[in-house]
């Protein structure tokens, strides 16, 4: 199916965006609810903004799995929160407060181990890529 002019060009646009971030290149991704259920807003934008420092630290060091990061306002959760999951693990985890953070992002982030006694869940994603699956046009 031919794409419209428009819609193609926006996906030009959207893949140079996803280049610049350097999509591709992560080993992990970590989506990040900061509320307001499961945490309040200031609880979840002070987790967020640690880990924003987090990620940044841990992309810096040479040789740590690279990460990306995502703010989210819901995982359907709603208790317990900031409410975390880390991709491809699939590691769910609860109360990612500030601190709590800075043992997932030493202990699983880089170190590859999950924080047992904060994993709320588990859903690992596997299996083969779909059909078709790229990104070239
Ligand atoms: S508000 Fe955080 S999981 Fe729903």
């Given at each position: 199916m031919e794409l419209a002019d428009e819609t193609a060009a926006a996906l030009a646009a959207a893949r140079e965006a996803a280049g610049q971030r350097e999509i591709?290149?992560?080993a992990r991704h970590i989506l990040l609810c900061t509320g307001?259920?499961?945490?309040t807003p200031e609880e979840g934008q002070r987790a967020w903004e640690r880990l924003k420092s987090l990620a940044a630290r841990v992309n810096r060091t040479p040789g740590a799995p690279k990460l990306y990061r995502t703010k989210v306002g819901?995982?359907?959760?709603?208790?317990?929160?900031p409410t975390g999951v880390v991709y491809p693990d699939g590691t769910w985890y609860g109360c990612l407060t500030p601190e709590n953070l800075e043992r997932v992002a030493a202990?699983?982030?880089?170190?590859?181990?999950?924080?047992t006694e904060l994993v709320i869940g588990r859903n690992p994603l596997g299996g083969p890529p779909p059909q078709g699956a790229t990104t070239e046009s």
């Amino acid at each position: 199916m031919e794409l419209a002019d428009e819609t193609a060009a926006a996906l030009a646009a959207a893949r140079e965006a996803a280049g610049q971030r350097e999509i591709g290149s992560y080993a992990r991704h970590i989506l990040l609810c900061t509320g307001p259920d499961c945490c309040t807003p200031e609880e979840g934008q002070r987790a967020w903004e640690r880990l924003k420092s987090l990620a940044a630290r841990v992309n810096r060091t040479p040789g740590a799995p690279k990460l990306y990061r995502t703010k989210v306002g819901c995982l359907r959760i709603c208790t317990a929160g900031p409410t975390g999951v880390v991709y491809p693990d699939g590691t769910w985890y609860g109360c990612l407060t500030p601190e709590n953070l800075e043992r997932v992002a030493a202990e699983h982030l880089v170190g590859g181990r999950e924080v047992t006694e904060l994993v709320i869940g588990r859903n690992p994603l596997g299996g083969p890529p779909p059909q078709g699956a790229t990104t070239e046009s």
